[in-house]
Structure formats: structure tokens, C-alpha cells
């Protein structure tokens, strides 16, 4: 049960269901309803195809790199954590960012749902360190849990994103960033305990 609630809020918190919509909301301006919907609804799609493979193929991958589980909780932990201190202070995090020449590509093209959406917001490398993080070295029935943990987030974001006029108005600009602050702590404190997890690993 601690699994489950641990991986439901560290997925919350870097997948940001709620913190998608004004990002979505400002990328689909002038988009009509049917391409709003589609959009989100193919970007959600690709996004969770791209979270299921890593999440399948984790183990895999990180032995074919040589990289020991250990070392990868430490950097993940690392990199969530600095995703964290974004959060609590309200700084425009690199980890989700967007570069100048992807920008530039995002403003010669209609279709939003692969690039950005799919990739780097919803499947980025926060998210994807989240789930080689909990699913590298662990059983299937563990990756499993894991995986319909991913989907009901998934499922979260679809909603939020297709709602995202609404939510705004729900939250409004101030209840979004006293969440994102709140989120970020229990982030935070989640990255430590990765960090401390890899250096007991590698110690024992």
C-alpha cells in the first residue's frame, strides 16, 4: 500500500495534471474544440506508450548502459529534486523546458500533441527517471501495480487537459501555484528518500 501511495503521489506531482491545463489551454488558443480534443487526447496516448515502455523495458535498458540501480536512485533522486526546488519556488523548470530551436519548431506547426505535449510535458524526463526509478529491480507484480498507478494518472491529465477551461476557473492562477508549492515539499522529500536509498544500496 505504501508503494502504491508513494508512486500516486510522486507521479501527481511530476506529471502535473492540474498544471497542464493553462499550458494546454495557452498551446491550443485559437484550436477548435474537435482539434482541442484530439489533440489531448493523441498526446495523452503517445505520452503513456512512451511511460509504458520505459516501465517495461527499464531493467533492460539500464543494463545495456551498465548503469547499477543505486547509481540511477541517486541521480533520479537528484533530478526530481531539483524538479522540487522548481515547484516550491516557483522557477521555470529546465527539466520540462523547451529549447530555443524547439520552440521555434512548435511555432511552424499545427499539431501539438506530439511535440510538446506527449514530449517533453507529459513524458519527459522527470517523468520518465519516475518510472525507471520505481520500476527498475522490481517484481512484475510490482511493475504491474505501478503501471495502473501511471494510467490512472494518465487518465487524471486526459481529464484535466480536456477540462482545462474549467479548471482554470475552478483554481484560478493563485489556488494552482499554492498547490504546485505543497506538491513540490512532498516532492522533495520523496527525492531525498530515493537518494538516501541508493547511497544505503551501494554502501551495503
Not at 3 to 29: E, K, M, Q, S, Y
Not at 112 to 138: E, N, Q, R
Not at 193 to 203: N, R
Amino acid at each position: 500500500m505504501e508503494f502504491v501511495f508513494n508512486a500516486f503521489v510522486t507521479l501527481l506531482v511530476v506529471v502535473d495534471p492540474l498544471g497542464l491545463a493553462p499550458i494546454f489551454a495557452a498551446l491550443t488558443r485559437g484550436f477548435s474544440d474537435k482539434q482541442k480534443r484530439e489533440s489531448a487526447i493523441r498526446g495523452t496516448l503517445l505520452g503513456t506508450a512512451i511511460l509504458f515502455l520505459f516501465a517495461l523495458a527499464g531493467d533492460v535498458l539500464l543494463e545495456a548502459l551498465g548503469i547499477g540501480l543505486p547509481a540511477f536512485r541517486i541521480a533520479g533522486g537528484l533530478l526530481l529534486f531539483l524538479l522540487a526546488l522548481d515547484m516550491v519556488f516557483a522557477r521555470p523548470s529546465g527539466i520540462r523546458a523547451t529549447s530555443v530551436r524547439e520552440q521555434e519548431e512548435e511555432s511552424y506547426q499545427q499539431d501539438i500533441s506530439v511535440f510538446p505535449l506527449a514530449i517533453p510535458l507529459l513524458a519527459g524526463p522527470g517523468a520518465i527517471t519516475t518510472v525507471l526509478l520505481y520500476t527498475g529491480g522490481s517484481g512484475a507484480g510490482q511493475v504491474a501495480l505501478f503501471m495502473a498507478v501511471l494510467f490512472v494518472i494518465l487518465l487524471l491529465t486526459l481529464g484535466s487537459l480536456l477540462l482545462a477551461p474549467r479548471v482554470m476557473r475552478l483554481f484560478g492562477e493563485t489556488g494552482a501555484n499554492v498547490l504546485s508549492r505543497v506538491l513540490g515539499v512532498l516532492l522533495a522529500a520523496l527525492a531525498v528518500q530515493f537518494v538516501i536509498d541508493g547511497l544505503q544500496s551501494s554502501l551495503a
